[in-house]
């Protein structure tokens, strides 16, 4: 099974394990709803709605997150650049990193953990 990757230009990031589990990928349809006063319910379609990718890693090798750290703050730069991720399948998808904040932490002395959040382009 492929790996996950990320690329942007000439600089490609590739995951040394798997998503955890459960895998969650959820979608937002783009509709907006609310209430009236009187407790009518509206709802409208503000247009298409939005993919999302939630890569959970529990066992990231710390010989490989320094690269992870790198291409979140010099390639995406958080949410503001648009990168290719390859999703273990081998398909390609157009998405930003959605975390401002680096999600990764060191949870053992050579393991690696967290969850990033990608949002895919439409």
Same mark, same amino acid.
């Given at each position: 099974?492929? &790996?996950?990757?990320?690329?942007r230009?000439?600089?490609?990031?590739?995951?040394?394990?798997? &998503?955890?589990?459960?895998?969650?990928?959820?979608?937002?349809?783009?509709?907006?709803?609310?209430?009236?006063?009187?407790?009518q319910?509206?709802?409208?379609n503000?247009?298409?709605?939005?993919?999302?990718?939630?890569?959970?890693?529990?066992?990231? =090798?710390?010989?490989v997150?320094?690269?992870?750290?790198?291409?979140?703050?010099?390639?995406?730069?958080?949410?503001?650049?648009?990168?290719?991720?390859? =999703?273990?399948?081998?398909?390609?998808?157009?998405?930003r990193?959605?975390?401002?904040?680096?999600?990764?932490?060191?949870?053992?002395?050579? &393991?690696?953990?967290?969850?990033? &959040?990608?949002?895919?382009?439409?």
């Amino acid at each position: 099974m492929p &790996r996950i990757k990320f690329t942007r230009g000439g600089t490609v990031w590739t995951a040394n394990c798997d &998503r955890a589990f459960p895998v969650g990928d959820p979608a937002k349809v783009g509709v907006v709803v609310g209430y009236s006063d009187g407790g009518q319910l509206y709802a409208y379609n503000k247009g298409p709605g939005e993919q999302f990718f939630e890569l959970v890693f529990n066992k990231m =090798d710390s010989d490989v997150e320094p690269g992870c750290r790198s291409f979140h703050e010099t390639e995406a730069v958080g949410p503001l650049n648009t990168f290719t991720y390859t =999703d273990q399948a081998g398909v390609d998808h157009t998405v930003r990193w959605m975390d401002i904040e680096y999600p990764i932490r060191q949870t053992d002395h050579n &393991r690696h953990s967290g969850t990033i &959040r990608l949002r895919k382009e439409i």
